[in-house]
């Protein structure tokens, strides 16, 4: 008789005979990422990994801890970069003349936390090794391993008809960046921003070669923030929150939504909600989450387009050049609906339609104003000579100026007799090194 195994897709019994080739490579796959798959990771079967922006630890997801902890990490290896980089006191002098920094000894140093770690360890082989007594006094009652429990999911049987296991928070993150409406390079923009592949400069602070970038390279470059007396990392959430430049973005982005959405909150969102796609802090209506999608994406990548269009410190690197940016780049979207909606755009191709075969591309008038024209803010359509007419209203007026930055302070100039003894000062240590 075929012994039952478990399917790879639904967990069903089925004999070895009804295993497919298809069904078993994707159960080895699934395994593989099980067992090399790290916990901080987060794999989920049947849905996937945590998305870089929420895993807190060890398959936690929260993204506000997530953020935190990620800018954190590189904040800290920028910090002891910068304490590494300090003035030499004795410049001109080689490496054994220097004057040793006094340190502790190495027990001094490392004598506590061994301690703690030996003890740590003769704790956990004492429990260790109650346990095995425990064990020994008890009788076997089942076996070692048990070849019917699932590895993936721990199940022993399969699941009921019509029965579901709730997928978790993150995993609806996936399915609004993959939304079909929106084109291919904005989806993987959207897959991208969800795991922290959007690279910014804060991201190079972990390169130690020879090649690594300089210190002042990796602050934000906005004058704004050049201006304060520690210029901040230029780290993802900073490009896309924390800049002036982001913020007064944000906070037009969320007057633009209080139109949409009356009711909603005029503070900028938090980075959580921009950035981790968290939709359940967000306070957007079920029924514009679509749009809610595509406009936020649209807005962050106007702000990195904006950023890299204008060098990040140039004069014309403001608040209203990425709020443009981002008017264009919905206009865009709105005209290529518009298209699908008023005309067939297989009669534009140059060829007979009957070469064309399969359903064509148009889209109902009702879902383009479904899509654009909520509340007459982006959109509006009308009649006009008995033809389909649409108004493209959003612009780009309202934007909030920042503020002046500051004139940085020259460098002081050096006292030419001051330069003169120091110079003399230095030729002389190295004629009595030479001699």
Not at 21 to 41: F, H, M, N, S
Not at 113 to 118: P, V
Not at 328 to 333: L, P, T
Request: proline share 10%.
């Amino acid at each position: 008789m075929p012994m039952p195994v478990r399917h790879a897709t639904n967990l069903d019994s089925a004999t070895v005979m009804q295993f497919t080739v298809r069904g078993a490579t994707l159960r080895l796959l699934q395994l593989r990422c099980a067992r090399e798959v790290t916990p901080a990771g987060g794999w989920t079967p049947g849905v996937g990994c945590v998305p870089g922006l929420w895993r807190a630890g060890y398959g936690q997801a929260c993204p506000a801890s997530a953020i935190a902890r990620r800018e954190a990490g590189q904040k800290r290896s920028w910090a002891e970069r910068q304490r590494a980089e300090t003035p030499d006191p004795e410049p001109g002098l080689p490496a054994w003349q220097k004057v040793s920094p006094p340190r502790r000894h190495v027990m001094e140093r490392v004598g506590p936390a061994a301690a703690a770690a030996a003890a740590a360890r003769r704790e956990e082989h004492e429990q260790r090794r109650e346990q095995q007594l425990e064990q020994r006094r008890t009788l076997v009652q089942e076996p070692a391993a048990n070849d019917l429990v699932d590895p993936l999911t721990g199940a022993t049987a399969p699941p009921r008809a019509g029965e579901r296991a709730e997928p978790p928070a993150w995993a609806a993150c996936y399915a609004r960046a993959q939304q079909a409406r929106m084109p291919r390079a904005l989806r993987h923009f959207g897959w991208s921003l969800l795991h922290g592949g959007v690279r910014v400069s804060g991201d190079r602070v972990f390169s130690y070669q020879r090649a690594a970038p300089e210190l002042a390279e990796l602050a934000c470059p906005h004058p704004l923030c050049r201006a304060q007396q520690q210029p901040p990392l230029e780290t993802l959430g900073h490009v896309l929150g924390g800049c002036p430049v982001a913020a007064a973005v944000l906070q037009w982005f969320a007057h633009l939504w209080a139109r949409l959405q009356p009711g909603f909150p005029r503070a900028p969102p938090p980075p959580r909600v921009m950035l981790a796609d968290d939709f359940a802090r967000s306070g957007v209506a079920p029924e514009l989450q679509q749009l809610w999608t595509h406009l936020r994406l649209l807005l962050l990548r106007a702000l990195l387009a904006a950023r890299a269009r204008h060098g990040g410190g140039q004069p014309g690197h403001a608040p209203v050049a990425a709020v443009r940016i981002f008017v264009y780049s919905v206009r865009d979207a709105v005209m290529l609906d518009w298209r699908k909606a008023a005309m067939d755009v297989r009669a534009l191709a140059g060829v007979p339609r009957s070469w064309l075969s399969g359903s064509g591309k148009e889209l109902a008038q009702a879902d383009f104003e479904r899509r654009w024209c909520h509340r007459g803010v982006i959109a509006r359509t009308g009649q006009h000579g008995g033809r389909f007419t649409m108004e493209f209203r959003l612009t780009a007026a309202g934007v909030p100026a920042l503020p002046a930055a500051p004139a940085l302070a020259p460098p002081a100039a050096q006292d030419p007799a001051a330069a003169a003894a120091a110079a003399a000062a230095a030729a002389a240590a190295a004629a009595q090194r030479g001699g």
